[in-house]
RNA sequence: GCGUCUGUCGUCAAGCGGUUAAGACCUCGGAUUGUGGUUCCGAUAUGCAUGGGUUCGAAUCCCAUCAGACGCCCCA
């Protein structure tokens, strides 16, 4: 025999029995979306290297080292590792600033990261998501994140937390940036590796190291009164406030996580993330933020945004697996012609209908139909003379004898 | 990139240096040439991820490689 291809590490397939799990995450996303006004967009899954590095980042482990990469044409291209920039993309050059805002997308489909596969992680894996351009009050923070909440629910997911956390505007994030390299500095020596590169990269991730040593020179007194200051200025603050208090109102619950920072580089102000404690370490099933300044830095109209993505790997993972689906009907009958002609009548009228191609017995057919569908309808010599088919329920056992065309009132 | 653990039929597995490599499920065939889901029989790994080694003897011990799972980093 030949050499078997193996699938690519990362990656999955979607096998028939789990697909119907992603047809729900999928209509209900079309249906939850749509009632608030929002349009979906689909966006290659490759696009210019340059959209990634500038739009997510070039300081973002994303970029720097998850990003599949290639060249051809003397092009640069990779395989979009979120795709939030591709839509941002698509509004600049759509020249969708000109439509009245909000601009209200929704998107799903897959994304590429070269990462280690662990639970909840793939290097293929899926997102759907939501993002809304042109407001900037915090209004919009709060539809986006109680669109979450009410999809998550749709799902039946109903017991998540949602963090929250503001990083306020460029200004006052520099000024809280260097009050933390500042107070940090005597202890530069005493932090990890990973935190002493932290330390210029991005200072705000620093403060969720795990490393034990790390957060004992985090929990001291005078580093915990930086970090726990209310650095943002007196316009984020506000724009804060009012997010929390439209959230309130809307009863939507939430905890706030002021070591909350998330690792791409767009976002400004408002920052949030939905957990679960059903997913192992990768808990987060959504993360988003409102990223004003994007669409300005790919060369677009200064145009504020919010939005969020989920993991559907993720999602799927803490829905219930769904029964199998059973065929309304299965033909037995020892004519194939007689089968395929009566099967074609019946899937005209909407019903699901297979019967044996292969013409094996009489018995196998039977046994194959109590397998696979509700109902057994027996084509056989005399119920073709008599122009009938015994329809039998394969659940109860009850057969009867039905004219031909009476058999979809018998089957619903 | 680093760490820990794991690779025996399509699936779940027993086996722990000497076996003919259990068993179960699935699949297929038969009992049963028009009545299934129960039952009963039968079929299905010259091979235990791959390559080396140790040994009289290896699925079992050792090494390497590959693959997978989980964790770190990071993220959905």
Not at 70 to 98: C, D, H, Q, W, Y
Not at 147 to 163: F, P, R, W
Request: with cysteine; hydrophobic share 35%; glycine share 6%.
């Amino acid at each position: 025999m030949a050499k078997i291809i193996n699938i690519i590490k990362g990656t999955k397939d979607i096998l028939p029995q789990d697909v119907e799990q992603w047809h729900i995450l999928e209509s209900k996303a079309l249906e939850i979306f749509s009632k608030y006004g929002y349009k979906e967009i689909r966006t290659p899954i490759f696009e210019a290297t340059e959209l990634f590095a500038r739009g997510v980042g070039d300081t973002t482990d994303i970029v720097n080292k998850e990003m599949y990469t290639f060249e051809k044409s003397e092009r640069s291209l990779t395989l979009r590792p979120e795709n939030t920039a591709g839509v941002v993309r698509s509004f600049i050059e759509n020249g969708m600033a000109r439509l009245s805002a909000p601009v209200k997308l929704w998107y799903k489909g897959p994304m590429f990261r070269y990462e280690r596969p662990q639970a909840g992680r793939q290097r293929q894996f899926h997102q759907v998501g939501v993002e809304m351009f042109g407001i900037k009050n915090a209004a919009a923070d709060a539809e986006v994140i109680l669109l979450a909440v009410n999809y998550l629910k749709s799902l039946g997911l109903c017991d998540l937390e949602v963090e929250l956390n503001s990083l306020g505007c460029p200004t006052c994030r520099e000024a809280y940036k260097s009050k933390i390299k500042e107070v940090l500095k005597p202890e530069f020596d005493n932090l990890c590796e990973d935190c002493q590169s932290r330390y210029e990269k991005n200072p705000l991730r620093l403060l969720d190291c795990k490393v034990e040593s790390c957060k004992e020179i985090f929990a001291k007194p005078e580093i915990q009164k930086v970090i726990q200051s209310d650095f943002i200025c007196e316009e984020c603050a506000a724009h804060f406030e009012e997010l929390k208090s439209y959230l309130d109102k809307l009863n939507v619950k939430y905890t706030i996580n002021k070591l909350l920072v998330r690792g791409l580089d767009y976002y400004n102000r408002t920052v949030f993330e939905i957990k679960s404690n059903n997913l192992g370490s990768q808990n987060a099933v959504c993360g988003g933020g409102r990223y004003d300044s994007l669409v300005r830095n790919l060369g677009g109209e200064d145009t504020p945004a919010v939005g969020w993505a989920m993991g559907m790997e993720r999602l799927n993972s803490l829905l219930p697996v769904p029964e199998p689906e059973l065929l309304d009907g299965y033909i037995v009958s020892t004519s194939p012609a007689d089968a395929f002609e009566l099967a074609e009548n019946l899937r005209t009228l909407g019903l699901k209908i297979e019967f044996d191609l292969a013409n094996k017995k009489f018995t196998k057919q039977l046994e194959k139909a109590s397998k696979v569908a509700k109902y057994a309808l027996i084509l056989g010599e005399d119920e073709i003379k008599s122009g009938t088919v015994s329809v039998k329920n394969l659940s109860t056992g009850e057969q009867v004898a039905v004219a031909k065309n009476k058999i979809a009132e018998t089957l619903k």
